[in-house]
T-cell receptor, first 112, second 115 residues
């Protein structure tokens, strides 16, 4: 499969725990985005990487959130001290030379 | 079947009919627009896109129309099939020197296809 992959697909955690998600973009796509989607809503932008550089972060990304893309390939999104309001689908998208972004299947986070 | 007004949460159509899903976008400076299809439990799937220097673009069974005067975007699906049942999102890419290509999504329309 040469599309965007995300792991894990589902994560259930208790409030206060830390979680980390991984995204593997389409090979050689230099742009990578993280979005968050809550039930019934469209995805909301969280952060953007061009190669290994994190170039933009949304105000939605509180201090408890951190994202990395250390070698310009895969990316990780970590949430520290999770809260119930963090429950959502976390989507990763990658983009090559054109404008279209291709999304992965997402990681569904449930904080109990 | 057609969704009317700025946004209709659900559009129900008969199999074989044409569907029209409408979207109002917010930023007159947006220079790129894209439609995604999202099935339950899956990530958004690219359908078709259009740049702001165009007013119409056709794909296989789908057509996107852009009216910049009223900031309106529509997706037309010909001969709608049960497999087209999903939530459809429009998204815009704001233009600007600080822009990084992030997309701003609308709220989505659920398309239900009746056999």
């Amino acid at each position: 499969d040469t599309g965007v992959s995300q792991n894990p697909r589902h994560k259930i955690t208790k409030r206060g725990q830390n979680v980390t998600f991984r995204c593997d973009p389409i090979s050689e796509h230099n742009r990578l985005y993280w979005y968050r989607q809550t039930l019934g809503q469209g995805p909301e932008f969280l952060t953007y990487f061009q190669n290994e550089a994190q170039l933009e972060k949304s105000r939605l990304l509180s201090d408890r959130f951190s994202a990395e893309r250390p070698k310009g390939s895969f990316s990780t999104l970590e949430i520290q001290r999770t809260e119930q309001g963090d429950s959502a689908m976390y989507l990763c998208a990658s983009q090559g030379g054109a404008y279209e972004q291709y999304f992965g299947p997402g990681t569904r986070l449930t904080v109990t | 079947g057609e969704s009317v007004g700025l946004h209709l949460p659900t559009l129900s159509v008969q199999e074989g009919d044409n569907s029209i899903i409408n979207c109002a976008y917010s930023n007159s400076a947006s220079d790129y627009f894209i439609w995604y299809k999202q099935e339950s439990g899956k990530g958004p799937q690219f359908i078709i896109d259009i740049r702001s220097n165009m007013d119409k673009r056709q794909g296989q069974r789908v057509t996107v129309l852009l009216n910049k005067t009223v900031k309106h975007l529509s997706l037309q699906i010909a001969a709608t099939q049960p497999g087209d049942s999903a939530v459809y999102f429009c998204a815009e890419k704001p233009h600007g020197s600080s822009n990084t290509g992030k997309l701003i999504f609308g709220q989505g329309t659920t398309l239900q296809v009746k056999p």
